[in-house]
């Protein structure tokens, strides 16, 4: 599956890849997170990065410091598929992130977008910054 998302370049595409290799690979298997991962648009969630990259299985970089050094990312989406897998979150659920606010940042992919997208429309995600410049 690796080869259909680096020859892809279509989101739709690239998403649908992605989401059929977290499922082959058995991290994705609740039918609610499946959905939130082929509906909500990672790429949007890393504006500096290459569309490409933002569905490739690999952190992908948001921030670094002066000398270049990676410090913030978006984590691959193996590990936000299993997170949310674990977590178990249901409809009427509650879910706190600690990290930047959704919405102003790209880590809102995983920390606002999907578990709300599995908990229904009336769930809040609260987050808690550690970052200054995202509090």
């Given amino acids: 599956m690796e080869t259909t ?10 998403r649908k890849a992605m989401v059929a290799t977290l499922t082959d690979s058995g991290h994705l298997r ?14 949007h ?35 936000v598929a299993t997170q949310l897998e674990q977590l178990g979150a249901r409809p009427g659920h509650k879910v706190l992130e600690a990290g930047p606010p959704p919405a102003t940042t790209p880590r809102s992919w995983r920390a606002w977008s999907l578990p709300a997208a599995t908990c229904g429309p009336w769930t809040s995600t609260p987050t808690s910054s550690v970052e200054p410049e995202t509090a």
């Fill in 45 to 79: 969630f890393a504006p500096d990065a290459a569309v490409r990259d933002a569905y490739v299985d690999d952190a992908v970089s948001v921030k670094h410091d002066q000398g270049g050094e990676m410090i913030s990312c978006i984590s691959a989406p193996s590990i």
């Fill in 30 to 43: 609740a039918p609610a997170i499946i959905d939130a991962f082929r509906d909500i648009e990672r790429h």
């Fill in 5 to 14: 998302i680096a020859q892809a370049v279509d989101p739709a595409e690239l």
